[in-house]
């Protein structure tokens, strides 16, 4: 199941799986519990707002059928579930205590980096403390090379929605721009911009929104 909350009535249901299904690794406490993310997201289900994958399904296929072409290789079916779990955990121990949440949902990994670590306010260049923690990211994502890479960016509802449209396209390329640019294999990496229009917390206060301003990045595995 991704987690994506659907429209209409079953998007309430989606909801309540996606928290019953969707685990994250406090980057303080240390204790598992169900994302903040995941919670915000219940915040307007009704309306379709989603955290996790972007692209959609046919995308990220397009892509996966593009590696194997590449000559890069598929998972074998039985196999999947053990490459993500060591993914995940190699991914947990790089992250602990940086601020970055690692969720699972089913086959995929979202890590979920808030603006707050990554970026400057109303600003696309990174800051330069976030740097190792791309490394680290960096260094898993090579070793487990067998993944499509979505980076999508978020913004809150603060400006203009055009506006905040092109600030989530460019903070979603600098952060994939980063990662090629230190080894990781384009042809594995999708972009995508939501601007304002995915919140997983409530925009009319400063701790909503800046919930709301993020950069996800979610694993999905090269199958057959």
Do not use: W
Not at 6 to 35: I, W
Not at 48 to 77: H, S
């Amino acid at each position: 199941m991704n987690c994506i909350l659907k429209r209409t009535t079953m998007s309430m249901l989606g909801a309540l799986v996606l928290l019953s299904a969707c685990t994250t690794l406090d980057p303080y406490t240390h204790e598992e519990k169900t994302s903040s993310a995941t919670k915000g997201a219940l915040i307007g289900a009704a309306s379709g707002i989603a955290i996790g994958l972007m692209t959609g399904d046919d995308a990220v296929e397009r892509r996966q059928y593009a590696l194997i072409g590449a000559g890069v290789g598929a998972i074998a079916g039985g196999s999947v579930g053990a490459y993500m779990d060591n993914q995940e955990l190699a991914l947990r121990k790089k992250l602990e205590g940086t601020g970055v949440s690692v969720t699972r949902d089913g086959d995929n990994i979202t890590l979920v980096m808030p603006s707050n670590v990554t970026f400057a306010t109303d600003s696309s260049d990174l800051r330069p403390e976030f740097f190792g923690v791309l490394d680290s990211v960096n260094l898993v994502l090579k070793e487990y090379d067998k993944t499509v890479i979505e980076v999508a960016g978020h913004t809150d509802s603060t400006g203009t929605e055009k506006y905040n449209q092109s600030l989530s396209e460019r903070r979603a390329a600098t952060v994939a721009t980063y990662l090629i640019n230190r080894g990781v294999l384009e042809m594995r990496v999708i972009t995508i911009g939501m601007g304002e229009t995915r919140p997983v917390a409530d925009n009319s206060t400063e701790a909503g929104r800046a919930m709301n301003r993020r950069v996800e990045l979610t694993l999905v595995p090269v199958t057959q």
